[in-house]
């Protein structure tokens, strides 16, 4: 069983940053690949980035690309989202997810991801 609880969200400007913090318990956290998603309501929940469990891979959705970072700290079992020159349309509750994914990549697939936090709200005003 992997716990994960995510801190960091709140209300921005557009154009300011945020960073999101997603703490895991539980099972051996350097196990699983991590991602972020995020889901407005009416939708379905969206690929943002993700690290594989490795971490020698990390992808991101085109809309985040060049704004967002992912990173994860093996020895405080946490991974981050650094968000940079956020938009309006970067609103949402955002998400972490432990995928057991041994791949060498990145699932996109929410529906294939092991574990989910309770999510984070991120509003960005105009």
């Known amino acids: 069983q992997v716990q994960l609880v995510e801190s960091g969200g709140g209300l921005v400007q557009a154009g300011g940053s945020l960073r999101l913090s997603c703490a895991a318990s539980?099972?051996?956290?350097?196990?699983?690949?991590m991602s972020w998603f995020r889901q407005t309501p009416g939708k379905d929940r969206e690929f943002v980035a993700g690290i594989s469990w490795s971490g020698g891979r990390i992808s991101y959705a085109d809309s985040v690309k060049g704004r967002f970072t992912i990173s994860r700290d093996k020895v405080k079992n946490t991974v981050y989202l650094q968000m940079n020159s956020l938009k309006p349309e970067d609103t949402a509750v955002y998400f972490c997810?432990?995928?057991?994914?041994?791949?060498?990549?990145?699932?996109?697939?929410?529906?294939?991801?092991?574990?989910w936090g309770q999510g984070t709200q991120v509003t960005v005003s105009s």
């Open positions: 539980g099972r051996i956290f350097s196990n699983y690949a």
């Open positions: 997810a432990a995928d057991g994914y041994k791949g060498t990549g990145v699932q996109l697939q929410a529906e294939v991801y092991d574990y």
